[in-house]
């Protein structure tokens, strides 16, 4: 009830849902200085951040690691569809392995991994 809800989209229609305390902004998931100019820029940390953007492999990516940084601890990373790259072959185009849950596996495990993004 006492939460300040900040939205990023590259949809502009989503911007219609504001208040005193839901703020919203463009910003292209894809683009790494999007994400710096609109969210990184903005120099607020977030208990709970919900990655529902592209469900591009590559995007999904560039997102975890770019917002990871401001969770605060203890808080939550949400991604929307994890697996929807790999059931889907247009989500992973120009993409190789490994897809995110094993990025996700090996950092846990603090194994180290390589992906290139195109």
């Given at each position: 009830?006492?939460?300040?809800?900040?939205?990023?989209?590259?949809?502009?229609?989503?911007?219609?849902?504001?208040?005193?305390?839901?703020?919203?902004?463009?910003?292209?998931?894809?683009?790494?200085?999007?994400?710096?100019?609109?969210?990184l820029?903005?120099?607020?940390?977030?208990?709970?951040?919900?990655?529902?953007?592209?469900?591009?492999?590559?995007?999904?990516?560039?997102?975890?690691?770019?917002l990871?940084?401001?969770?605060?601890?203890?808080?939550?990373?949400?991604?929307?569809?994890?697996d929807?790259?790999?059931?889907?072959?247009?989500?992973?185009?120009?993409?190789?392995?490994?897809?995110?849950?094993?990025?996700?596996?090996?950092?846990?495990?603090?194994?180290?991994?390589?992906?290139?993004?195109?």
């Open positions: 009830r006492n939460a300040n809800i900040y939205g990023a989209d590259i949809n502009p229609d989503m911007f219609k849902y504001s208040s005193e305390r839901i703020k919203n902004f463009f910003t292209d998931s894809s683009k790494r200085s999007s994400i710096e100019k609109n969210i820029n903005k120099k607020v940390n977030f208990d709970i951040i919900i990655e529902d953007a592209s469900h591009m492999l590559k995007d999904q990516i560039i997102s975890l690691f770019m990871f940084k401001i969770l605060n601890p203890g808080g939550y990373f949400v991604i929307e569809e994890l929807f790259p790999e059931t889907k072959e247009n989500m992973r185009i120009n993409q190789s392995p490994p897809d995110l849950k094993t990025i996700l596996k090996n950092i846990l495990k603090e194994e180290d991994f390589f992906f290139k993004i195109y």
